[in-house]
């Protein structure tokens, strides 16, 4: 069975920075796309960054210049390395992964094959 495991969530203030970490049961280059989401209590999940397996990567235009996603194969992790919190960051953050290629549509949910139970991550100003 496939498992993502997320941590390096915490409480932070505004302008300080943190490292979320993903750690995969199965070869990070077996997937074709691994991304972040996050969510709030009583909104939906919101598609936060995302890479492909050759690189590629994008990100919501709230968190562009901030925040940056990277992959170490060897270590079979996905990191989101996050830059100048802002309150509006404190989320649940997801890690998601994909066997197929996730972009451009990177935010459709259904086509993810496998979730981590999250971590929080909290800024106040």
């Known amino acids: 069975q496939v498992q993502l495991v997320e941590s390096g969530g915490g409480s932070v203030q505004s302008g300080g920075s943190l490292r979320l970490s993903c750690a995969a049961s199965?070869?990070?280059?077996?997937?074709?796309?691994m991304a972040w989401f996050r969510q709030n209590p009583g909104k939906e999940r919101e598609k936060v960054a995302v890479?492909?397996?050759?690189?590629?990567?994008r990100y919501v235009d709230s968190v562009k210049g901030r925040f940056t996603i990277s992959q170490d194969n060897a270590k079979n992790t996905v990191y989101l390395q996050m830059n100048n919190l802002e309150p509006e960051d404190t989320a649940m953050y997801y890690c998601?992964?994909?066997?197929?290629?996730?972009?451009?549509?990177?935010?459709?949910?259904?086509?993810?094959?496998?979730w981590g139970r999250g971590t929080q991550v909290s800024v106040s100003s």
């Open positions: 998601a992964a994909a066997f197929g290629r996730c972009l451009p549509l990177w935010g459709r949910q259904s086509a993810y094959n496998a």
């Open positions: 199965r070869y990070t280059y077996n997937w074709g796309c």
């Open positions: 890479i492909e397996s050759d690189g590629n990567s």
